[in-house]
């Protein structure tokens, strides 16, 4: 591992507490100047640290910098080798992890960006992606599970991402179906999977599971179009909570339910998390929109919907609205 990469690990291990730049050389078995070096590389780089003399390098709590080395000391205890990109820009995090799990990538491996050029939202719709603000990643699953489990993937991802969220913040967002996650009536989350499938069998070889993340920021942020429907995870203030913790979050909540997704066992907690529920809601399949009241998820979480005339039938794909956000 390289000097500056060594270093940025253990800073981020003991995030808010000094290390001298004695006991950093001698972990390498370099000088003190090339410990000098790379720190300065690093506060280059945008990283707060400050230095201060017969103390050492202190990470301040408020640098909040997207990296492997800052996830590391997140990620659960034996968990296994996986690769983790991180990226100033890309086109998209999940053309990344594409390309990445046909190169045979490990489950569990993620792409991360600071920024995306090109980010995607369902229907091929652009995601706003802005620098700093947001938590942009794909993560690479192999789950046990076929061609016909792709909407009950997209469930597990959304409850795995609450999970984290409360695991790291202390909130407790809600799911509107199949993929978008709310606080308080505003969009903060959106997840987009896509499979890669087994020509001859069908089989799911590997699932690529993009999120993105409005984490800090202000509704002034936001383009005025999505003002009124989009929010953040948190405001726009220093906090000790970092989108490299929040990462490594969703990562291992992801990992462990894709273990027992076929008992499908988290069914009963995205009905319990879910806003649409009870609804009234427009439902737009076939590119024909009607109106029903969202009665229940099945198995395979589906949307069971009840028309006017009573008539049920479920829904495993297309869009919905909620009557009470529209008209709100």
């Known amino acids: ?25 001698g972990m390498l078995s370099v000088s003190r100047a090339a410990v000098w070096k790379a720190v300065r590389a690093l506060q280059q780089a945008g990283y707060h640290i400050e230095a201060v003399p017969n103390r050492g390098y202190t990470l301040c709590t408020d640098t909040d910098i997207l990296s492997a080395e800052g996830m590391l000391p997140f990620l659960a205890e034996g968990s296994p080798s996986r690769e983790l990109r991180v990226f100033s820009c890309t086109g998209s995090t999940n053309q990344e992890a594409k390309k990445m799990a046909l190169d045979g990538a490990a489950h569990g491996s993620a792409v991360l960006a600071e920024e995306q050029s090109a980010g995607r939202g369902r229907l091929g719709r652009r995601f706003f992606s802005p620098r700093g603000n947001g938590l942009y990643m794909s993560v690479i699953l192999h789950p046990n599970a076929d061609a016909t489990d792709a909407v009950l993937i997209t469930t597990a991802a959304a409850v795995a991402v609450c999970r984290a969220i409360e695991q790291t913040v202390s909130k407790q967002p809600r799911i509107k179906w199949v993929n978008d996650l709310y606080l308080e009536d505003k969009k903060i989350c959106g997840i987009l999977t896509e499979a890669v499938t087994h020509f001859e069998t ?41 989108r490299n913790q929040l990462a490594a979050e969703i990562i291992n909540q992801l990992c462990a339910l894709c273990e027992t997704m076929e008992e499908r066992a988290f069914l009963a907690e995205y009905r319990r998390r879910s806003m649409t529920l009870g609804e009234k809601i427009r439902c737009l399949r076939n590119n024909e929109w009607f109106e029903a009241t969202a009665i229940d998820i099945d198995q395979n979480g589906g949307l069971i919907v009840e028309r006017a005339n009573g008539a049920r039938e479920t829904l495993s794909s297309g869009e919905i609205t909620i009557r009470r956000l529209e008209e709100g």
């Open 202 to 242: 069908g089989a799911i070889e590997s699932v690529v599971v993009g999120i993105g993340i409005n984490f800090r920021g202000s509704t002034a942020l936001l383009p005025e179009e999505l003002r009124a429907k989009a929010g953040f995870l948190l405001p726009d203030t220093p906090t000790a909570i970092t």
């Open 1 to 25: 591992m390289p000097v500056k990469d060594f270093i940025l690990k253990k800073l981020e291990e003991h995030r808010g507490t000094p290390l001298s730049g004695e006991e950093l050389a």
